[in-house]
């Protein structure tokens, strides 16, 4: 059997993602038309022999108690829970501590992906190959663009063998284009290769320290044991890790880290449907231009143009002659006549008055040219309101983040309201 379990971190580690994570956890936040670790659970689901998929992070005990509900009876052969760290132990530190819960059953292999990130998931082939090369470990890799690699743990592979020779987490100079996309497969033994990983850490962090009560906190951080860094780049040493590299074409993947991700992260996932699971679309009606998902209780005025790559959420109201593209509305936003969305997220129960534009420039790359620079200052290329934003009739609104409950009555530009 198999088992799955997803990163989900915790309440501190979605502070970039504001204003979007202070009204809902990150990992929740709806990617079209689904939260955004719905698509994890829902390809890991998709194995055959998956038998049990975990969340695993330091947000509070029940906040995962609806989604968790809603796979169920989605997958109902699957078993879902939710452990919790008592707190942040890093990427493999609760897998660690966590280790007899995961190993009940006796999986044969252990699926661990990051919540914070978009793709296909190419799991099955994933698996194949691991299985084929009787592998301890496998990462998931995609070649990026050289310029972007630093920004990556970078792995360098041996295009005969695919072993991971290198592991660098964000190397200081170009050392590979094969970047990790956040998802591990991994066999049982991999917990003694952990233990060894942590044993070694905390024997190094001693020596450094010299603990005091004043330094507790501070080797509490120290102590967090990073999956990539202390755990897996140990096994290239032994030529245990393996690297599945991404099919260009055929795959993607991104990483969701600032709320202006989501709007390529939506884009991706819409225009995979559209080829391999249109049935997670809306119907193209003759004012939506595919990909476009409509939740099934919004009303979209007959006139309102929309598309492509656009997810609406449960009961928003869309008026007449509206325009939306590269764009999500969250749940019960209110568009009125003739306003412009145009690359911008709308939080929950926004307002946007007539013949508003709401707009953001296009990011040119899905990976990490989501800022363009303006006098020195980083300014976001998509504008991103959060919940209960109200916009006055026939303002502009372009590339700027705005807190939540903001009334604006006037336009503004590159900016970021608090
Ligand atoms: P950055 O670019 O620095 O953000 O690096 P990264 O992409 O490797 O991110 P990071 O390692 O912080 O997080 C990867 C995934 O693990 C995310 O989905 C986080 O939510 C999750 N995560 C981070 N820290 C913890 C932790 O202490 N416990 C758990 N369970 N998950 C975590």
Redesign the pocket.
């Known amino acids: 059997p198999l088992k799955g379990v997803?990163?989900?971190?915790?309440p501190s580690?979605?502070t970039?993602f504001r204003p979007l994570s202070m009204d809902l956890p990150?990992?929740l936040f709806p990617i079209a038309g689904r939260p955004m670790i719905h698509h994890h659970a829902a390809a890991l689901a998709a194995l055959a022999g998956m038998r049990e998929i975990l969340l695993?992070?330091?947000y509070e005990e029940r906040i995962f108690d609806r989604f968790l509900d809603d796979l169920r009876n989605e997958f109902p052969q699957i078993a879902f829970r939710y452990l919790r760290?008592y707190r942040?132990?890093?990427?493999g530190?609760?897998l660690q501590h966590f280790s007899s819960e995961l190993l009940r059953g006796n999986p044969a292999h252990l699926f661990v992906m990051?919540?914070?990130?978009a793709s296909s998931f190419p799991l099955r082939e994933m698996l194949v190959d691991h299985q084929a090369r009787s592998a301890l470990a496998t990462v998931l890799g995609i070649e990026t663009d050289r310029s972007e690699a630093r920004?990556?743990?970078c792995l360098v592979v041996d295009p005969e063998t695919a072993a991971v020779k290198h592991f660098v987490?964000?190397p200081e100079t170009f050392i590979s284009n094969v970047i990790s996309c956040?998802v591990y497969l991994f066999n049982p033994p991999i917990f003694d290769v952990m233990s060894e990983a942590i044993a070694a850490r905390r024997a190094t962090l001693q020596d450094e320290l010299a603990l005091d009560a004043e330094d507790v906190q501070a080797s509490q951080q120290d102590e967090?044991v990073?999956?990539?860094v202390d755990v897996l780049s140990r096994l290239t040493a032994t030529g245990q890790l393996f690297a599945h590299v991404c099919v260009p074409q055929i795959d993607f993947w991104m990483?969701i880290?600032t709320p202006t991700s989501t709007i390529p992260a939506n884009r991706q996932y819409l225009q995979y449907f559209r080829e391999h699971a249109p049935r997670k679309l809306s119907r193209t009606e003759a004012e939506l231009i595919s990909p476009v998902y409509v939740h099934p209780s919004a009303t979209v005025h007959p006139t309102a143009r929309i598309g492509p790559n656009v997810s609406i959420g449960p009961r928003c109201t869309i008026g007449k002659g509206v325009r939306v593209r590269d764009a999500i509305l969250l749940d019960q936003v209110d568009v009125k006549n003739d306003a412009a969305v145009l690359s911008a997220v709308v939080g929950w129960e926004g307002k946007i008055g007539a013949w508003c534009r709401v707009e953001g420039a296009p990011a040119e790359s899905n990976q990490a040219n989501e800022h363009a620079t303006h006098k020195g200052m980083k300014i976001p290329t998509a504008t991103i309101l959060g919940k209960n934003v109200t916009l006055a009739n026939e303002i502009a609104v372009r590339n700027c983040i705005v807190m939540p409950h903001k009334e604006i009555k006037t336009s503004c530009h590159n900016e970021i309201l608090m």
């Open positions: 997803i990163l989900v971190g915790g580690t979605g970039r990150k990992p695993m992070g330091f760290e942040a132990l890093g990427t530190g609760g990051n919540a914070d990130i920004q990556f743990g987490e964000k956040g967090r990073n999956l990539e990483q880290k």
